[in-house]
């Protein structure tokens, strides 16, 4: 008779037999289907450094949701094509062919991505200016199929939009900007859009972001580490499939915690005292009556929104300070957060999201904040 250790043995054997036929199966199926691991290529930059030229360009290397053009021609003048790298680096043209669909970014001679406007608004429109940083600007997407056009859309001759918004801005800086514009475009309504990168963080923190993705662009630093993380596997399609699909779940995880670390007051204690200073600062601006908008990262609607207690933490600072608020992450529940990328490579708001966002912003606009719209 066998013993219970035998049959332990023997039913052990089986199911790792089991296993690594199942491996060999799935391994198979994948180099038959010629199936290849994604391969992620980030953004680039490419400029045209002749004087006078107000026009730059993200290159992309597929075009999924058809809002990209093709890369212009690059035969005349003083082009420099740049990586996604902080601070970014030179390559060579050559690889243009890499990423051939692109977004043109085009200033108004007033320093807008915007039309040109008149200095003042027509009579009897409500002329709003929309500040934030790269999703006001509308980064990734066409002029027309940004924030601001897409609020203006909704509101139609109710009110005239003009696009302050600047990559990279934080809180801080969005105010100046603001400040700075009130008398030069008579300015009389502000709508300034926060997302949770907005606000200052303390050198710890600062230095932890250079190890995990942002939520929001993929860049070359970290898909380098990605890479190298999966080599190992490269005999095997699917564990390379694998192992890279659980790098990016880890890293994203890793992410989220470090947004809500930076709205804990024990790690970013003295950032939030600024913040929530700037916030006051907001509400009590003289000349201009300010309403905030807080615009959700594109992570996981599918379920609950991993950053809405930051949110939540925003919107009860704002409040104590006097700014009326809305949260748009509420009008994304449900979507599926991929279409609403730019690129797998970006995780911008594509056309769909601010179109989305725009006509939540907009109702809101005319119907929760009375008078705001009153020319």
């Known amino acids: 008779m066998r013993t219970a250790s035998q049959r332990f ?13 199942v ?9 038959i289907a010629d199936w290849q691991p994604a391969a992620l290529l980030s953004k680039r930059s490419l400029l045209d450094r002749t004087p006078t030229r107000r026009v730059w360009y993200d290159c992309y290397p597929s075009n999924p949701h058809a809002e990209f053009k093709p890369v212009p021609d690059v035969s005349n003048g003083q082009w420099v094509l740049l990586n996604n790298l902080l601070p970014p680096e030179e390559l060579p043209l050559a690889r243009l062919a890499e990423t051939p669909w692109c977004v043109q970014y085009e200033l108004s001679s ?32 066409p002029v027309e199929k940004a924030l601001a056009a897409s609020v203006q859309s909704a509101l139609g001759a109710q009110g005239e939009v003009l696009n302050f918004g600047w990559p990279g801005d934080d809180t801080r800086k969005e105010i100046a900007r603001l ?64 192992s890279g699909y659980l790098d990016m779940r880890r890293v994203t995880a890793k992410t989220i915690q470090w947004y809500r670390d ?29 309403v905030l908008v807080l615009y959700p990262l594109l992570e996981h609607f599918e379920g609950a929104y991993p950053l809405q207690p930051v949110h939540d933490a925003v919107a009860a600072m704002a409040r104590t300070a006097g700014l009326p608020v809305l949260d748009l992450a509420p009008a994304f529940a449900g979507q599926r957060t991929e279409d609403l990328w730019v690129h797998p490579c970006d995780h911008h708001p594509n056309g769909r999201a601010h179109a989305i966002a725009g006509r939540a912003l907009a109702d809101w606009l005319q119907r929760g904040v009375p008078g705001f719209l009153t020319p």
């Not at 009897?124 to 934030?132: D, M, N, P, S, T």
């Not at 932890?208 to 630093?221: F, G, S, T």
């Open 179 to 242: 400040e700075a514009a009130i008398e030069p475009f008579h300015l009389r309504r502000a709508v300034v859009v926060f997302i949770a990168n907005d606000i200052e963080m303390a050198p710890e923190l600062q230095h932890e972001q250079e190890y995990i993705n942002d939520l929001v662009q993929v860049r070359d630093a970290y898909l380098s580490r990605h890479r190298a993380g999966t080599a190992q596997f490269s005999w095997s399609r699917l564990l390379t499939t694998v």
């Open 262 to 290: 930076l709205y804990d007051p024990a790690k970013n204690g003295v950032a939030l005292q600024r913040f929530r200073a700037a916030l006051e600062h907001l509400a009590k601006e003289p000349n201009c009556r300010v």
């Open 23 to 31: 491996f060999v199966l799935l391994e198979l199926v994948l180099r």
């Open 9 to 21: 043995l023997r039913r052990a054997a089986a199911v790792l037999l089991g296993l690594v036929a």
């Open 110 to 141: 007033r320093g807008l991505r915007d039309a040109e406007r008149s200095v003042e608004p027509a009579s009897g429109v409500a002329r709003v200016a929309l500040v934030g940083d790269s999703f006001a600007f509308g980064e990734g997407v």
